[in-house]
């Protein structure tokens, strides 16, 4: 993707001794917003561009997503309004608006936020932008398990934090494609089981999110395309408790001097607790997204 860097693979010395496997680690905490959000929202912007300048854009968004919105948006010349909870972390919402989006605040609830987002887009008549199910976000998304198939050699075992299903979906459709013989293996909270419901219900439901350390990763269902795609080509999903996120997060700020939040080290707290069948390949853990406030960084280092 010409507008964004390919984003570095860390062979982790620390995380390989502690579970006897050869761990890399994808930095998508390097990516000028912070996470793996900005290749989706500019791939998005750029399958229309001309009618996105003409309209601007809109999306909803819990933080992530809404600043690469932002940040992308202002890079192409485009007007974009986010609707985010009013609960949504108040950094994320300054952050957005730092990289000139308008925050709409909606209600609390998914249902608010997606009625809200819909209202906006029909009263505007602006270009939307679905943050994970739509072709264009997981064409985006995909681009990181293209740069992996580049990066590195032979069969992985590819961990993967999971919200709306996005960036799995994506990561294992060009994957599984260029290299079939890998494994894919999707990592959310237990406080929000969707895309491991889904499977076992064989189509996409509905759970009742519960707040979480990972913030990032909460939404009620994956999308109908992510979870078609998460079908076909992912190999598992598994879930993490709270407590697992925290040693996650802190594992990587002592052994690697990374700052990770609590959804983009999902796939490090998996393979801590022993969760993931690696059926003997190289590990790479994706770790998503780095936008964790320097607070609650120190107060889970110091619990």
């Known amino acids: 993707m010409s507008h964004l860097p390919v984003t570095p693979v860390l062979f982790s010395e620390a995380l390989s001794r502690m579970t006897s496997q050869r761990v890399w ?5 390097t990516q000028p917003t912070g996470s793996f959000k900005v290749r989706p ?3 998005s912007i750029l399958a229309r561009l001309e009618q996105a300048r003409q309209c601007g854009v809109v999306t909803s968004s819990s933080g992530n997503f809404a600043q690469a919105t932002a940040y992308a948006a202002r890079s192409l010349g485009v007007d974009a309004h986010i609707v985010m909870m009013r609960n ?38 602006r270009l939307l932008i679905h943050p994970y199910d739509s072709e264009e976000t997981i064409g985006g998304d995909g681009t990181v398990g293209c740069e992996l198939a580049d990066q590195l050699e032979g069969d992985l075992c590819v961990l993967v934090p999971v919200s709306g299903g996005g960036l799995i979906s994506g990561i294992a459709t060009a994957l599984k494609t260029l290299r079939p013989h890998c494994r894919v293996i999707g ?7 969707s895309m491991q419901a889904s499977f076992r219900a064989g189509k996409p439901v509905s759970v009742t999110p519960a707040p979480s350390l990972a913030d990032a990763l909460v939404v009620a269902k ?3 395309r992510t979870f078609a795609l998460a079908q076909q080509f992912v190999d598992d999903v598994v879930t993490i408790e709270e407590d697992e996120i925290v040693t996650a997060v802190k594992t990587l700020a002592v052994e690697q001097k990374l700052v990770v939040e609590g959804g983009g ?20 853990c994706v770790l998503s997204g780095g936008n964790i406030l320097p607070a609650k960084l120190a107060e889970l280092l110091a619990a």
């Open 88 to 125: 949504a972390s108040p950094f994320k919402i300054e952050r957005t608006k730092s990289y000139g989006g308008t925050v709409v605040p909606c209600g609390n609830t998914f249902q608010e936020r997606w009625d809200t987002t819909f209202r906006v887009q029909r009263e505007s008549n």
């Open 222 to 224: 994956p999308g109908d």
């Open 41 to 43: 929202a500019f791939n």
């Open 265 to 284: 080290a999902a796939g490090v707290a998996a393979l801590l607790a022993g969760k993931i069948d690696t059926r003997g390949l190289d590990v790479v």
């Open 25 to 29: 680690l994808k930095l998508e905490t």
């Open 187 to 193: 990592v959310q909270p237990a406080a929000n089981p």
